[in-house]
């Protein structure tokens, strides 16, 4: 199922709490970050969080842990890839490949 691009999806993202949100991208978008609420949210294609329902990132390069995997927007879809910010439509871990 496709993740709704929704203020209440986007509260639960884990994304900004990642080892791989580099400092960048942390100061880059400082300002949209702070501001929760976008009203152009559903008509956009990129945000640079809740990498699951936009474009992967601009600004993360280097892949050093990911949290999806714990997120409540994960379960909710039922979602089985990640690191979705590093890969357009996410990684699909080996792991569990084999599941
Ligand atoms: S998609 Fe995964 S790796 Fe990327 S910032 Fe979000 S939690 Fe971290
Ligand atoms: S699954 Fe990953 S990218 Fe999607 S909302 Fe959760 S932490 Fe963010």
């Given at each position: 199922m496709r993740v709704e691009k929704t203020q209440e999806n986007i509260s639960l993202c884990l994304?900004?709490?990642?080892p791989s949100y580099s400092p960048v991208c942390r100061i880059k978008n400082a300002l949209q970050n702070k501001n929760q609420q976008t009203p152009d949210l559903a008509v956009r294609t990129h945000y640079e969080?809740?990498?699951?329902a936009?474009?992967?990132?601009?600004?993360?390069h280097i892949d050093r842990g990911c949290l999806c995997a714990q997120c409540a927007v994960f379960q909710?879809?039922?979602l089985n890839r990640e690191e979705f910010c590093l890969h357009?439509?996410?990684?699909q871990t080996e792991e569990r490949l084999y599941q």
């Open positions: 994304c900004l709490r990642c969080k809740m990498f699951c936009f474009q992967k990132s601009n600004c993360i909710k879809y039922a357009a439509g996410g990684k």
